[in-house]
């Protein structure tokens, strides 16, 4: 069974700084790998999604992520964050016909 | 385009009761999962649905159930509650057959408290 691991619990940034989120994945096979956001009270939203192709995807509020098979990474990055970015990081991966699997989470805090 | 919805967004039971929370996916959408999301434990799947069929299963007891109505509605019962079945759950419904393998819409999600 395919698994995530994200390094990092909790990430504080400064406003307008850069960011990176880690996420590594363990499979032998293709998978499929995807970035949830989880604001305050809220469900989860999908910010981006590898299936296949280039492996630099891009993604909604100017996220992007960079899929490594050979380091079996999926990070995700953001050139400047806004306070608004402050919220919860999933990491989730699958394979065609099975259930999506999260990582544990990253908080992300942007401090003003 | 009306999004997953949830219901109720709040609920608080006693040990021993049971309770069934709802979800309505986006229009078009006919496969449905469903995670328990905690502090503790993250985001642990539960049940896939796909056109009123289980497609996963989670490492759950069999106190969790779920079902899938003929239009795409999905319901999960959880019996004989206990403390630690405390948690947000959430339903996810997508587009294609596989929620694995698309994108998967959240609802917000129903708080259970269990006392």
């Known amino acids: 069974a395919q698994s995530v691991t994200q390094l990092d619990s909790q990430v504080p940034v400064f406003e307008e700084a850069p960011v990176e989120l880690r996420c590594n994945y363990s499979?032998?096979?293709?998978?499929?790998l995807f970035w949830y956001v989880q604001y305050p009270n809220q469900g989860l939203q999908l910010l981006l999604k590898?299936?296949?192709?280039?492996?630099l995807v891009k993604g909604i509020n100017g996220f992007e992520a960079e899929f490594n098979k050979s380091q079996t990474s999926f990070h995700l990055r953001k050139p400047s964050v806004h306070i608004s970015d402050t919220a919860e990081y999933f990491c989730?991966?699958?394979?065609?016909?099975?259930?999506?699997?999260f990582g544990t989470g990253t908080r992300l805090t942007i401090i003003p | 385009k009306a999004g997953v919805t949830q219901t109720p967004r709040y609920l608080i039971k006693t040990r021993g009761q049971q309770v069934t929370l709802s979800c309505s996916p986006i229009?078009?959408?006919?496969?449905v999962s469903w995670y328990q999301q905690t502090p503790g434990q993250g985001l642990q799947f539960l049940f896939e649905?796909?056109?009123?069929?289980?497609?996963n299963k989670g490492n759950f007891p069999g106190r969790f159930s779920g079902r899938q109505f003929s239009n795409s509605r999905s319901e999960m019962n959880v019996s004989t509650l206990e403390l630690g079945d405390s948690a947000l759950y959430l339903c996810?419904?997508?587009?294609?057959?596989?929620?694995?393998?698309?994108?998967?819409?959240f609802g917000q999600g129903t708080r259970l408290t269990v006392v």
């Open positions: 590898y299936l296949s192709g280039s492996t």
């Open positions: 996810a419904s997508s587009l294609v057959e596989s929620i694995g393998a698309g994108e998967a819409f």
């Open positions: 229009s078009g959408h006919r496969s």
């Open positions: 499979s032998s096979v293709s998978v499929y």
């Open positions: 989730a991966v699958s394979r065609l016909g099975e259930k999506l699997t």
């Open positions: 649905y796909f056109s009123e069929t289980q497609r």
